[in-house]
């Protein structure tokens, strides 16, 4: 077991995410303005298990993209150099993505995300997605801080 650095609670007042939506169950580490690992519990009642695929449910490539993304949010909400309490961190840019395995009901996400640099508002960052220590996706993002 890991400790939890932020609980669901203190996540839901970093980012302005809810359910259904909301991807980023608990952070694990936190290491300020550098990197962060979070975690994503996939539960076969995840609503869009409903339509991806029935009979054999498999979560969308996207949706692990933006779970990185949301955890990405998180990186640079919390970071000492980070964005101001009333700014909202938008997805702005993805690069290099690759899905290398799916994911199922019952697999624990592992979102690794690590800071590259920052220009003004704009955050760049490496992620990866892992699920029992296997890379299931990895690339970059780009997101934007607005007012």
């Not at 608990?26 to 609503?47: G, H, L, Y």
């Not at 979102?111 to 890379?135: N, P, Q």
Request: hydrophobic share 45%; with cysteine.
């Amino acid at each position: 077991m890991h400790e939890t650095v932020f609980d669901i609670g203190e996540i839901q007042e970093i980012i302005p995410h809810r359910y259904p939506f909301l991807l980023v169950d608990r952070v694990i580490e936190f290491v300020d303005s550098e990197r962060i690992v979070a975690i994503k519990n996939v539960t076969a009642n995840e609503p869009f298990f409903t339509g991806h695929f029935p009979g054999r449910p498999v979560m969308p490539g996207v949706m692990m993209m933006e779970a990185l993304a949301q955890t990405s949010a998180i990186l640079a909400k919390k970071s000492t150099m980070g964005t101001k309490v009333d700014t909202t961190i938008f997805l702005v840019g993805c690069k290099n993505f690759k899905w290398k395995r799916m994911v199922y009901p019952g697999d624990t996400l592992y979102m690794h995300v690590d800071f590259i640099k920052r220009k003004s508002r704009l955050w760049m960052v490496d992620c990866r997605a892992l699920v029992d220590g296997e890379v299931v996706a990895e690339g970059s993002i780009s997101a934007m801080e607005t007012d």
